[in-house]
């Protein structure tokens, strides 16, 4: 509870309470206050109201004159923690790149601090700000940039985010870059969120394939549908490879060089499963 500092002759008293970095005195009286414990119950409210005022005006005030911009862009900003989604299905390293612009009237030295809000330890991340940092210069989390970049008002300074996947393990990850000049009192933030999924190719149904007649005795028809491409191979019992051709839908072959059995009809399309047919040839 804040305690009165002084009572004056008009029973008008003083508060004095910090509030983040300010000193606040606070005159209240309370002559027509007459019922017990309500002059702490409207003192209450009179703090409750500065409080929520105060704290609306310094996140309002803390994000004044920085814009955060996919670089080279400016329609959308991304200050005031706006998040920047990514989907990928590849490995590969994932550059965004940010213009930080200084509308605040005056110049600044920034750094970036970088934190991992959602992390897979194995993914690695770099940044480059003025200067680049590896993966190795920047292990810990949150990191903050050891030299800061003079950006003039008026002007912005380039971010570069890189972000690496580990292809064994997919998932989703958000790194926040905050800007501040010491690393502690943060101006403004962005998020990149990057979701790795596996890529899963297109699976061919398998084709349909005819082989006629069967048994047979000259010649044997085989159908794999309109516009198929591939190869067909012809084994006999012992594995030994009698015909391997390519061939496109249909493709007439003859066997009447083939000693009486059974033999094994695979075909092979350019795009799907293989297709295995028994038939006999019988003379």
């Known amino acids: 509870m804040v305690k009165p500092l002084f009572k004056d002759s008009n029973n008008i008293k003083r508060y004095s309470f910090q509030l983040g970095s300010m000193f606040v005195n606070l005159y209240i009286s309370h002559r027509d206050q007459r019922i017990k414990g309500t002059k702490y119950q409207y003192m209450k409210r009179v703090l409750l109201t500065i409080l929520t005022f105060s704290t609306l005006s310094f996140a309002a005030s803390a994000q004044d004159g920085i814009e955060i911009y996919l670089h080279g862009a400016t329609d959308v900003d991304y200050s005031s923690g706006g998040v920047v989604q990514i989907t990928t299905s590849t490995s590969n390293q994932i550059t965004t790149d940010f213009d930080v612009w200084n509308n605040t009237g005056s110049s600044h030295d920034w750094v970036i601090t970088r934190k991992r809000i959602n992390e897979i330890a194995s993914w690695s991340d770099e940044l480059c700000w003025s200067t680049c940092y590896t993966a190795a210069l920047m292990p810990s989390n949150p990191w903050t940039t050891p030299n800061s970049y003079t950006v003039a008002d008026g002007t912005s300074g380039l971010l570069d985010t890189y972000i690496t996947p580990d292809a064994a393990n997919p998932g989703t990850v958000t790194y926040r870059y905050f800007v501040s000049t010491d690393g502690v009192h943060y101006s403004d933030s962005v998020d990149?969120?990057?979701?790795?999924?596996?890529?899963?190719?297109?699976?061919?149904?398998?084709?349909?394939?005819?082989?006629?007649?069967?048994?047979?005795?000259?010649?044997?028809?085989?159908?794999?549908?309109?516009?198929?491409?591939?190869?067909?191979?012809?084994?006999?019992?012992?594995?030994?490879?009698?015909?391997?051709?390519?061939?496109?839908?249909?493709?007439?072959?003859?066997?009447?060089?083939?000693?009486?059995?059974?033999?094994?009809?695979?075909?092979?399309?350019?795009?799907?499963?293989?297709?295995?047919?028994?038939?006999?040839?019988?003379?």
């Open 192 to 283: 990149v969120e990057v979701t790795f999924v596996l890529d899963v190719a297109a699976i061919s149904p398998e084709i349909s394939v005819s082989v006629s007649p069967n048994p047979a005795s000259e010649y044997i028809t085989i159908k794999a549908g309109e516009g198929q491409q591939g190869t067909v191979r012809i084994v006999d019992v012992l594995g030994n490879v009698v015909l391997n051709e390519s061939m496109t839908s249909n493709k007439k072959v003859n066997v009447s060089t083939f000693r009486n059995g059974i033999y094994f009809v695979i075909v092979q399309p350019d795009n799907g499963k293989a297709v295995n047919k028994k038939i006999v040839v019988r003379h």
